[in-house]
């Protein structure tokens, strides 16, 4: 993963507090091929959406599928094959067809916890990246309907050696 990559992770869940949970298919082909093909239709779609505010990265999104376009097309043919295998060969384009209508719509109306700027700073990242590995992490992280609150407060702030206050009741007061 580059740099930059993991700056926009840390930053993202440092900063909130949050952890990204991975689903137990993540680990299998099919897993991360439907991951990939729905992260590309979400920014594509949302980046269209984006397109007229200040934080237009249609640009970056297209250098994003150009420079991931072998990646992208074999999700896409993995599905392709996985829906071939289970529907058979004449119904796995429209299947695909389907399932891409099903996953734009679901966007329509934007990322459910992301705003543009945070997708543009992620398809820019991504776009200068060549790391498979890198673009499957960013895909589960955005894809996740939200990303999983700590339960318990990692960091505490000693103000005497006797004494702990806990950063969490500290930072409400």
């Known amino acids: 993963m580059t740099s930059g990559l993991k700056r926009f992770f840390t930053a993202v869940v440092v900063g909130s507090g949050m952890l990204v949970t991975v689903p137990a ?24 959406r984006c397109r007229t505010g200040a934080d237009d990265f249609q640009a ?15 999700a896409g043919a993995t599905l392709r094959a996985e829906f071939a295998n289970t529907m058979g060969p004449r119904s796995a384009d429209r299947a695909l067809d389907r399932m891409g209508v099903r996953i734009a719509n679901s966007y329509g109306d934007g990322h459910p916890w992301m705003g543009c700027a945070q997708l543009g700073q992620l398809a820019r990242e991504l776009a200068v990246t060549s790391d498979p590995g890198a673009l499957a992490t960013a895909a ?18 000693a103000y005497s050696s006797s004494n702990l206050i806990d950063a969490e009741r500290f930072a409400s007061r």
């Open 60 to 74: 970056d999104y297209y250098r994003f599928a150009a420079n991931h376009v072998g990646t992208l097309n074999r």
């Open 25 to 48: 298919n993540a680990k299998t082909g099919l897993g991360e091929a439907q991951a990939l093909r729905t992260f590309d239709i979400m920014l594509m779609v949302t980046a269209l």
């Open 140 to 157: 589960y992280y955005a894809l996740a309907a939200a990303p999983v609150q700590r339960s318990q407060p990692q960091v505490t702030i």
